[in-house]
């Protein structure tokens, strides 16, 4: 199943002191996954290339990731859990006192930023946008090409009830004319052809696909991992308030999760290419 990108986590708590522009902020932390990502494929048969192994390794390593991820977040909450109730509302105490704009700062991004991501799983939300998109591309290839490829199909499909011949098992089946082999080979060059043809339009270059992944990286790059981020970050200020420097060094998940679901996407589309060429219907022999 493709599952649309994981929106942020349950807003927990505020922004992260950090005055970095999000925008900057979302981009260095993206090189590493997207580090993961082969380049498109050149050609139109999967069997030809390494794509595929390329994708396999970068969703194996995103997961790895998240799972090491997840178990420092427990680790983190366990800290968290840890401090009695009354030591955490007074040390929040403590911060508000001390710094009551930062503090009504805080609250507002929270607020700003938790109302953000929550509106990215709505019906008019880019993620729901996009991901109603993606879906329509598997379906509209392999309906373009069954169009495509089906005056020549059944142009095989002729030319071997007419001109083959069976074996008593009717396993197999051969041309007593060399000529009607020939045809036969020649129809099949001709669905191939037919394929490749298809292939370029949709799934090679600036054809529908590379083009809607290279769309939707950017989309992700530059829109949905930032202001995930940024509800991440505001939802972890009050665990940075509470556990100081106990806290340690936190980053977000939200890019990890981006790439993994990108990763996925391109998983599905490299699975419309064709493994290898067609070739004649089962039970072909050559002539002697």
């Not at 019906?123 to 090409?145: I, N, V």
């Not at 069954?146 to 002729?158: G, K, L, R």
């Amino acid at each position: 199943m493709i599952r649309p990108v994981r929106v942020a986590r349950t807003v927990l708590l505020g922004i992260s002191l950090s005055l970095l522009p999000a925008v900057l902020a979302a981009q260095a932390r993206a090189t590493g996954p997207w580090a993961r990502v082969p380049a498109f494929p050149t050609g139109c048969y999967s069997g030809a290339d390494d794509f595929g192994a390329g994708l396999a390794s970068g969703i194996e390593a995103t997961e790895a990731d998240r799972s090491s991820h997840a178990e420092r977040k427990a680790a983190l909450n366990a800290r968290l859990d840890a401090v009695e109730p009354m030591e955490k509302a007074r040390r929040m105490q403590a911060y508000m006192m001390k710094n009551p704009t930062e503090a009504a700062a805080a609250m507002r991004a929270v607020q700003a930023t938790g109302a953000d991501a929550s509106a990215i799983h709505q019906q008019d939300g880019g993620d729901y946008y996009k991901s109603q998109e993606f879906r329509k591309l598997g379906p509209g290839f392999t309906e373009a090409l069954a169009t495509a490829i089906a005056p020549t199909e059944a142009a095989i499909a002729a030319h071997v009830k007419e001109k083959a011949t069976w074996d008593a098992g009717g396993f197999s089946y051969s041309f007593a004319a060399a000529a009607d082999e020939a045809r036969l080979l020649a129809l099949v060059a001709q669905q191939n052809a037919d394929y490749e043809r298809l292939c370029g339009v949709w799934l090679l270059g600036n054809g529908t696909v590379p083009a809607w992944m290279r769309n939707y990286r950017t989309y992700l790059a530059g829109d949905l991992i930032p202001r995930l981020e940024a509800a991440d970050r505001a939802g972890m200020m009050q665990v940075r308030i509470i556990l100081g420097p106990e806290m340690g060094e936190y980053s977000s998940r939200e890019a990890l999760d981006a790439v993994h679901d990108y990763l996925q996407k391109a998983s599905a589309m490299n699975a419309l290419r064709r493994e290898g060429r067609y070739g004649p219907p089962n039970g072909f022999a050559k002539r002697q």
